[in-house]
């Protein structure tokens, strides 16, 4: 892995005009005397132990699955402690992901040649393996981005995968090329082609599948990328797509991890996760420079991984099973209400509860359901699916014992407002 020599140089003389500092004005470089300490009772915020509601924000018993705007997922124990430790020392953070991408290789046992990069997230990923692509380690490309002058400009992808996460791939200054067949890929593919991206989610819909997708990437020699931000479960796909060619693929580290909910992970080629951490944080007049990931983000997420891949996945996918049996068996006893147990394909791969009612009997919208819920005491988020045709719920988010608490909350609701 190559790294300019630019950000170490400004970043030591910085360091060094500090360290001077401390020594004249009798200071103790890096003295401080909490480091390492046993933290005591905590006063002001936080003494209550519920810090939100101290700022005056409801938590809601979430229902609805690892959701961004809820905060992801909780991190396990182990994980957070991983990170106070990471929290009490200083470390070069480019040496530190090139460490962490080595371990996270052995871990998943990628392909020879395969690396991976901690980033802010998969959108981070997304936007920094492609500028990676973009500019290689031509420190003069990293720093003009998102000007392309010199560079290639077009990123093809199937009408069927365009979706609110491409905006990060037209931060880079790149044009979408929109195709839908095959013999529109073909007219497509010219020599400003930089990339060809694969929203995986969405494999059902495209004309052109997963695997064929980075088949025809690579006939033409184009890089081809994957979005797999929230694939997993089941595990296995956190090498799937490698195995399968890919060139880089992102995954979600805040997801079905549980690692830090601002973090994610770039898998691939080594040479482009190397150009992709040139264009991200810390180096500076860099696009990804926003785009911070701590110390502490990193080696969590390499806990995360240790983790997720020692867990017994089939008693949890049976307990969160469970979980939905339950609610269903509560809710079924009204008259009119019914239910189904479908589990997504591909993204959110976990067992779903839908509800449905007779609405000559029970005088309610599900999205009207879905709002009284979310309005009331305790908090409750579930879905009305896309187009509000039934009240749908996931388990694989709820502490033990709150599945009992939305039956009960339910059975209530709907209760009062049966005809």
Not at 214 to 224: C, D, G, M, Q
Not at 284 to 292: F, I, M, N, P, Y
Not at 345 to 367: C, F, G, M, Q, Y
Not at 381 to 399: C, I, R, W, Y
Request: proline share 5%; net charge neutral; aromatic share 6%.
């Amino acid at each position: 892995m190559v790294f300019k020599d630019n950000w170490n140089r400004r970043t030591f003389l910085g360091t060094l005009g500090a360290l001077v500092g401390t020594i004249f004005t009798g200071r103790k470089a890096f003295a401080h005397p909490t480091v390492g300490a046993k933290a005591g009772p905590i006063t002001g915020f936080g003494a209550t132990g519920n810090v939100y509601e101290e700022l005056g924000v409801t938590t809601v018993i979430n229902g609805q699955g690892t959701m961004t705007v809820l905060g992801g997922s909780m991190m396990r124990p182990e994980v957070e402690a991983v990170m106070a430790m990471a929290g009490r020392h200083f470390v070069s953070i480019p040496d530190l992901e090139v460490a962490a991408g080595q371990r996270i290789a052995e871990m998943l046992k990628l392909p020879e040649g395969y690396s991976a990069l901690v980033t802010c997230g998969a959108a981070a990923a997304m936007q920094s393996g492609l500028a990676g692509i973009l500019t290689g380690d031509n420190p003069k490309f990293i720093e003009q981005l998102p000007d392309l002058t010199g560079m290639k400009s077009e990123v093809i992808i199937q009408k069927s995968h365009r979706n609110p996460f491409d905006h990060q791939l037209r931060a880079t200054g790149i044009k979408l090329v929109v195709v839908e067949s095959r013999d529109d890929l073909k007219k497509a593919i010219n020599p400003q082609t930089a990339m060809m991206h694969f929203s995986n989610f969405a494999d059902n819909e495209g004309q052109i599948k997963v695997q064929e997708w980075v088949k025809l990437a690579h006939e033409n020699n184009i890089p081809a990328f994957n979005d797999a931000a929230a694939d997993t479960p089941p595990v296995s796909r956190l090498w799937d797509y490698a195995n399968m060619g890919y060139d880089l693929i992102a995954f979600s580290g805040g997801k079905a991890i549980r690692g830090p909910q601002c973090a994610g992970l770039l898998i691939g080629k080594k040479d482009l996760v190397a150009y992709a951490l040139l264009n991200n944080s810390p180096h500076e007049d860099t696009l990804g420079r926003s785009q911070k990931v701590g110390k502490e983000e990193i080696v969590g997420m390499v806990k995360a991984l240790e983790s997720y891949l020692k867990e017994d996945h089939e008693a949890l996918n049976k307990e969160w099973q469970r979980r939905l049996d339950f609610v269903s068996a509560q809710v079924t006893r009204i008259p009119g209400v019914t239910t189904s147990f479908p589990t997504p394909e591909i993204a959110n791969h976990v067992p779903h509860l839908h509800i449905k009612w007779d609405s000559t009997r029970i005088k309610l919208t599900p999205r009207e359901v879905t709002t009284a819920l979310r309005s009331g005491k305790p908090s409750i988020v579930l879905s009305s699916g896309e187009h509000g045709e039934a009240l749908s719920m996931n388990s694989f988010m709820l502490k033990p014992g709150e599945e009992k608490v939305i039956a009960q909350e339910l059975v209530k609701f709907l209760k009062a407002h049966t005809a």
